[in-house]
């Protein structure tokens, strides 16, 4: 019983910290504009980082077959691709309807995969043993701050409302 309040409690404090982005509903709307480019540049940056320099060397350390793992990357880039002109051509056939950017979609399709991995990983973690739940729980949330930053702002430049970017944005990251 004990273990399973520990991941309760980690994860309405991961929803709190999700909440980061909130700081921006305090800034003016041509501040926000100003802000907005650089935090989308971010949210890029910080998302290929960490594929790049984390992920992709990881995965080739245990992978026999380099040529498989170049495939999977490209056949990932791919997929992603074709989702989000399917997204488009799907909202947006019409010049006369404003629609959201589908990067919007992909991103709530992404963050929400990837919080619910997560949330699978730390919670058999806590299963395991709390104080190695607490370290990885403490783990996800260093990454936590930036990443619901560009989450926000990539939400915000795709059209979406303020209130609405950051109510998903909890509700996707409150399941880790």
């Known amino acids: 019983m004990e273990t399973l309040w520990w991941s309760v409690r980690s994860g309405l404090l991961m929803s709190a910290i999700a909440l980061s982005g ?18 989308v540049a971010f949210a890029a940056g910080a998302l290929l ?23 999977l990357v490209m056949s990932g880039f791919a997929v ?11 909202h947006c056939r019409r010049e006369s309807v404003a629609c959201k950017k ?12 990837h919080n619910f991995l997560g949330s699978l990983a730390i919670g058999g973690i ?14 996800a949330a260093a990454h936590e701050v930036p990443q619901e930053f560009g989450d926000y702002a990539v939400l915000l ?5 303020k209130g609405l970017a950051l109510l998903l944005g909890v509700q996707l990251a409150g399941h880790k």
């Open 49 to 71: 980082g960490g594929a790049f320099f984390h992920m992709i060397p990881a995965a080739a350390a245990r992978l026999a077959s380099s040529t498989l793992l170049y495939a």
């Open 102 to 113: 589908p990067l919007g979609y992909l991103i709530l399709i992404g963050d929400g995969l």
């Open 22 to 39: 909130s700081i921006t509903l305090l800034l003016s709307e041509s501040a926000l504009r100003r802000v907005l480019t650089p935090l």
């Open 80 to 90: 992603f691709f074709a989702l989000e002109q399917f997204l488009h051509w799907h």
């Open 157 to 161: 430049h795709s059209g979406w409302k």
């Open 126 to 139: 806590f299963l395991i043993d709390i104080r190695l739940g607490v370290l990885a729980w403490l783990a």
